[in-house]
Structures are given as C-alpha cells and as structure tokens.
C-alpha cells in the first residue's frame, strides 16, 4: 500500500520522506492557500525535489480547452507530475485526450462508484474518492471505496485507487483492509498512525525498570 501526503507544506514533505513514509503527494487548491501560495507552479517544483513519486498538482480550469492547456504546462513542470481534474464531463473528455499523450491523470472530487467507472473508462491514471467528506454528510465513506475496488477488480482496470479526504487512523486501516492502492494522508494522521498508549506506557515501564536495576 502506498502513503501519499495530503498537503503543500513543505516541512511536511520533508519529515515523511525522513520517515520513509512517502511514496508521492497530493494537493488541492486548498492546500495552497493554506500555504498562502497564489501561484502553485513554484511550489509544485519543490514538492517534485522532495520526492520522486508522483505529486497531484490540480487545475483551475473548467472547460476542456482550458484543462488541455494547463494539464499539459503542469505535467510539464517535472517528470512526476500527475495532473488532477475534476470529475466532470470536460474533466472526463480531457482525460481521454490526455491519458493518451501519456500524462497521468488524477481524476479528482468523486463520491460515487459510477463517477469512479467513468475515471477508469476515460483512462485516468488515479481516481481519488473522498471518504471524508461523505462521513461528514453520514455518509459511511469507506463504503464507497469498497464498492470503487470491487468494479475495478471486475474488469481489471488498471486506474489506482487514491483514498482521499481522510480524517482518522480508521480510514488508513479500513483502505488497507480493503486492498485500496493508496491512502493520501494528511500529516497529523500520519503521526497518529505510530501512537498507541500501550506503546507509551510500555516504553516507560522499560526504562525505569532498566534505570531501577542500574542503580543497585
Ligand atoms: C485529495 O487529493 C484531496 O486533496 C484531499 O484529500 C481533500 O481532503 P479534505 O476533504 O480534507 O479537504
């Protein structure tokens, strides 16, 4: 199973990496306002040093000509870029054009498994479900991947399955439960991956027994 990191925060990127927990990231427009970043093209080249694995960058536009143009500007900003689009009906007519020149789509903002069948059909490289997001409106997100795998597995379609929108340690486990090819983790989730109180209290029981013993 392959962690991305859900983010543009460089430090971020660069802890993971150090953790060896990062086979790729993902952002958002969002994401790069957090970082208070207008222009996401700089960015987009700094993430793409801090690792080799693919780095979602999402475009603005809305029509095909428009995401044509910018999928390719972006894809064009390093060997790993892969380009978001949302699932819409330009997002999946540019896909087709796209996928065949040989850039990686990330086909972005799905929360049905007829919209995810359409990803794979339209030849993008990722489809990223937003768990997250659907638990908000009580929907049960990881249900919806469920259903995204099993289609997949049905005709082989080859596009990876990025969970997304993740919120909690839960969502991590149920994706690798389910076989899901990528979780795209926000960093605090990362960090909380590792956490179990069993673990602290262990820890400190070890080493004051140890300190106990050297004392004698
Ligand atoms: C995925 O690629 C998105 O960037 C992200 O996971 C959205 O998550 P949110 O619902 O927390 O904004």
């Given at each position: 199973?392959?962690?991305?990191?859900?983010?543009?925060?460089?430090?971020?990127?660069?802890?993971?990496?150090?953790?060896?927990?990062?086979?790729?990231?993902?952002?958002?427009?969002?994401?790069?306002?957090?970082?208070?970043?207008?222009?996401?093209?700089?960015?987009?080249?700094?993430?793409?040093?801090?690792?080799?694995?693919?780095?979602?960058?999402?475009?603005?536009?809305?029509?095909?000509?428009?995401?044509?143009?910018?999928?390719?500007?972006?894809?064009?900003?390093?060997?790993?870029?892969?380009?978001?689009?949302?699932?819409?009906?330009a997002g999946l007519e540019a896909t087709k054009s796209l996928s065949a020149e040989g850039i990686k789509i990330n086909l972005t903002l799905i929360f049905s498994p007829l919209q995810a069948l359409l990803a794979a059909k339209a030849g993008a490289h990722f489809t990223?479900?937003?768990?997250?997001?659907?638990?908000?409106?009580?929907?049960?997100?990881?249900?919806?991947?469920?259903?995204?795998?099993?289609?997949?597995?049905?005709?082989?379609?080859?596009?990876?399955?990025?969970?997304?929108?993740?919120?909690?340690?839960?969502?991590?486990?149920?994706?690798?439960?389910?076989?899901?090819?990528?979780?795209?983790?926000?960093?605090?989730?990362?960090?909380?991956?590792?956490?179990?109180?069993?673990?602290?209290?262990?820890?400190?029981?070890?080493?004051?027994?140890?300190?106990?013993?050297?004392?004698?």
């Amino acid at each position: 199973m392959k962690f991305f990191l859900d983010t543009a925060n460089l430090d971020e990127i660069a802890k993971a990496a150090s953790y060896g927990f990062l086979d790729g990231v993902t952002t958002n427009p969002s994401l790069m306002a957090k970082e208070g970043i207008a222009s996401q093209e700089e960015r987009i080249k700094e993430i793409c040093k801090l690792t080799d694995g693919p780095v979602s960058a999402e475009a603005l536009s809305t029509d095909v000509p428009g995401m044509l143009a910018e999928a390719r500007r972006l894809a064009g900003l390093a060997p790993n870029v892969a380009v978001k689009l949302p699932l819409t009906m330009a997002g999946l007519e540019a896909t087709k054009s796209l996928s065949a020149e040989g850039i990686k789509i990330n086909l972005t903002l799905i929360f049905s498994p007829l919209q995810a069948l359409l990803a794979a059909k339209a030849g993008a490289h990722f489809t990223s479900p937003f768990v997250g997001r659907l638990d908000d409106i009580g929907q049960d997100g990881m249900d919806l991947v469920e259903q995204i795998i099993g289609i997949y597995n049905n005709y082989a379609y080859e596009t990876e399955v990025i969970v997304a929108s993740i919120r909690h340690p839960q969502h991590v486990l149920r994706a690798a439960l389910m076989g899901a090819d990528i979780a795209t983790i926000p960093f605090k989730v990362i960090e909380q991956l590792a956490k179990h109180p069993l673990t602290d209290k262990g820890l400190a029981s070890f080493l004051a027994d140890y300190e106990k013993a050297s004392k004698k």
